[in-house]
Every structure is written in C-alpha cells, then in structure tokens.
C-alpha cells in the first residue's frame, strides 16, 4: 500500500512486518486461524479493538492477500472472514510466538486480562508442535469452559480437531484461566486437580502420554509475580 509507512528494508522480515507488524494484526490472524468469523464476531473476541480500526485491518490484510471475505451458508447476505492459503502459512509462526510467549504471562495478566476458551484449542496446537508423538494410536479430548477440541493421534502423527472425539482415551475438564496456567506453568495439572478446576478421565497410561506429549510431565512450576491491586505501587 502506497503511503503506508513501512520499514524500508530489502528484508523478509521487514516485509512480512509490513503486512502483519501493525497493531491488532496479528490478533486478528489468531481469531481467524481457529476459523472463519463474521466482523461483529471478530470484533467481540478482541476487547479494546474499535470498528473502525478492524476494517482498516481487515481491509490491509485482504489486500495484502492474507484474508479473503465470503459469503455465510445458509445466510445469503452474510459474509465472514477467512484466511487464504497464504494466510494459512502463519499458523506455525504464530504458534511458535505463542509458545515463546507463555513464559511472560503474569498474575496481573491472569487478573486483568481477557482469556478466551477457543483459545486452548491453539494453545494445544503450540504445545504438540514439534513433539514427539505417542506411539499409541488413540484421541484425547479437552473439554475447555464450552469450547471442545481433541488430539487424534494415528500412525505417528498427531492432528487437532474442534469438536469432540470418537472414542477418547482421555477426557481433560478445566476452564479457560487454568487450561492456560497450566500451559504457561503458572500451575501444574496436580495443583489444578487438587484445587478441583482440573478433571481427567480416562486410562492412566494415555493420561502419562498426554501429559508428556503436552510438554507437562514433571514440568516445575515456574515462579510468578503476585497481582498487583488496582491502586497500588509495585514494590
């Protein structure tokens, strides 16, 4: 886009930060990567995100060929918002940023910040990435507030599905705040299973596999900072 400031650098990097370093872009790409939305359904899943500046968004990165707009079935005047195929090459990018991340959430984000159930079917999809995968083939299903999503792994492979799975091995029960605790290792899934916000149901062997393929077999809880309360200093 012409007029756009840009980095101004023969650079990959410098070029893709172009396109998706704007504020809220990347964002967008995340909500998009759990599939299609309609705007108000884009604009509600990102608090603190105008109207006016999600069209900007969506505009730039149509143009840019990372989104497309089409229509709804069964709804012949409605239209959402997916990726393209270029689009869709992001999605290890931004798991692996996402993966890079988690060890920088804080209580205060805990408290303060929006946590969205749809966002544990990403954050699974972060955590498996670049795992060794059981050897067992089998499914295990995560029941997160009132998204659901499951891992089924075949033949050495391991692929991520929304909705249910067919015959689990397992079935993980959380909400939201602590699906991510424990992703980020702010709680480790004893400390949730005793608190009650953590239930497992299924073989103990694929509850072992699962854990290890998650990354959170014996992994220590990792210190973090207490909230802050409103109005108060830090010390």
């Known amino acids: ?9 023969f650079c990959g990097l410098a070029a893709g930060l172009n396109i998706i370093g704007e504020r809220w872009a990347l964002l967008i790409v995340r909500e998009l990567l759990i599939g299609p939305a309609r705007f108000n359904e884009i604009l509600n899943n ?3 995100l105008g109207p006016n500046l999600l069209s900007d968004r969506l505009r730039a990165l149509t143009e840019h060929g990372v989104v497309e707009a089409g229509g709804v079935r ?4 409605g239209k959402q918002y997916r990726l393209t195929a ?4 992001l999605r290890e990018p931004v798991l692996a ?3 890079w991340g988690m060890p920088f959430l804080t209580e205060e ?14 954050a699974v999809q972060a955590m498996i990435n670049g795992r060794p995968v059981p050897s067992v083939d089998e499914s295990y299903e995560f029941r997160v507030a009132e998204e659901v999503f499951h891992i089924e792994v075949r033949g050495g492979s391991a692929v991520t599905h929304r909705g249910p799975a067919a015959d689990p091995a397992l079935v993980v029960t959380t ?23 953590l239930r497992i149901d ?10 290890e393929f998650l990354g959170l077999l014996d992994a220590p809880r990792r210190a973090t900072a207490p909230a802050v309360p409103a109005g108060a200093a830090p010390e």
Request: net charge positive; glycine share 14%; proline share 3%.
């Open 1 to 9: 886009m012409t007029g756009k400031r840009n980095y101004a650098q």
């Open 46 to 48: 990102l608090p603190g």
């Open 74 to 77: 069964g709804d012949g005047r």
């Open 86 to 89: 270029r689009g869709e090459q």
């Open 97 to 99: 940023l996402a993966r």
């Open 109 to 122: 984000d805990a408290v303060s910040g929006t946590t969205r159930a749809a966002w544990g079917f990403l």
């Open 175 to 197: 909400d939201a705040q602590t699906f991510v605790r424990i992703g980020a290792e702010m709680r480790t899934p004893f400390e949730a299973l005793l608190s009650g916000r």
């Open 202 to 211: 299924g073989h103990a062997d694929a509850v072992q596999r699962c854990v």
